[in-house]
């Protein structure tokens, strides 16, 4: 399975974007990349996922690089309500038999007011 | 439309007793995952399930087991309680491989 790395821990400024990264460089084509976060004594959230091109939707944007090999979660504008473990996993449409959704340690974003 | 249900929300059990976690979902979803989360630790997959009749191990299925005898339960029983399972322990499920997962509120499990 191909595995993704992020960073323990971030802080960021409340009211200030948020750039989150993941290194994923054993990708394979048919991979997507997925991101979820866990606010505290909750359950994990779905943020967003995509495959090749940058993604937008309420709660975040995905930018992909070019060779896919990382990605970047951007918060555009961080809220105390931010603050939670963000996973970045990898899913694979068509690995019959890989259907597991596994998560990984994540990173934990603080957010400073 | 009430998403993943899971019951009940918290319980003690002591060494050695039987019980089982219940999950729900009304999205005909035919995904369903169990986790695991210790305290100040990530989730671990225990089963999972890719619909009616078909489960499968997760990375942490020893003293666990699961049924799917419908698209809309996926109960998750533990026999022999012992205090290595006191955890929180979370239900999901989602309508394909990638698209969005949906998690229940937690069972909050102490073995004593």
């Known amino acids: 399975d191909a595995k993704t790395t992020q960073p323990n821990s971030m802080e960021s400024n409340e009211e200030e974007p948020v750039h989150l990264p993941c290194n994923h460089s054993?990708?394979?084509?048919?991979?997507?990349i997925h991101w979820y976060r866990q606010l505290p004594s909750q359950g994990p959230e779905y943020v967003i996922h995509?495959?090749?091109s940058n993604v937008n939707n309420r709660m975040a944007s995905l930018a992909i690089a070019e060779d896919r090999k990382s990605s970047t979660l951007i918060l555009h504008r961080a809220t105390l309500r931010d603050a939670a473990v963000y996973y970045c996993?990898?899913?694979?449409?068509?690995?019959?038999?890989?259907?597991?959704?596994?998560f990984g340690t994540g990173t934990r974003l603080t957010i400073i007011p | 439309n009430a998403g993943v249900t899971q019951t009940p929300k918290f319980r003690i059990l002591k060494i050695g007793q039987s019980m089982t976690l219940q999950c729900a979902q009304d999205?005909?979803?035919?995904?369903m995952y169990w986790y695991r989360q210790d305290p100040g630790m990530g989730l671990k997959l225990i089963y999972y399930?890719?619909?009616?009749?078909?489960?499968d191990k997760g990375e942490v299925p020893n003293g666990y087991n699961v049924s799917r005898s419908t698209t809309e339960d996926f109960p998750l029983r533990l026999e022999l309680a012992a205090p290595s399972q006191t955890s929180v322990y979370f239900c999901?499920?989602?309508?394909?491989?990638?698209?969005?997962?949906?998690f229940g509120q937690g069972t909050r499990l102490t073995v004593v």
């Open positions: 996993i990898l899913r694979d449409d068509f690995n019959f038999g890989n259907e597991k959704l596994t």
């Open positions: 054993t990708i394979s084509g048919t991979d997507y």
């Open positions: 995509g495959l090749t």
């Open positions: 399930s890719v619909g009616a009749g078909i489960t």
């Open positions: 999901a499920s989602s309508y394909e491989l990638n698209t969005e997962a949906f």
């Open positions: 999205m005909n979803h035919n995904y």
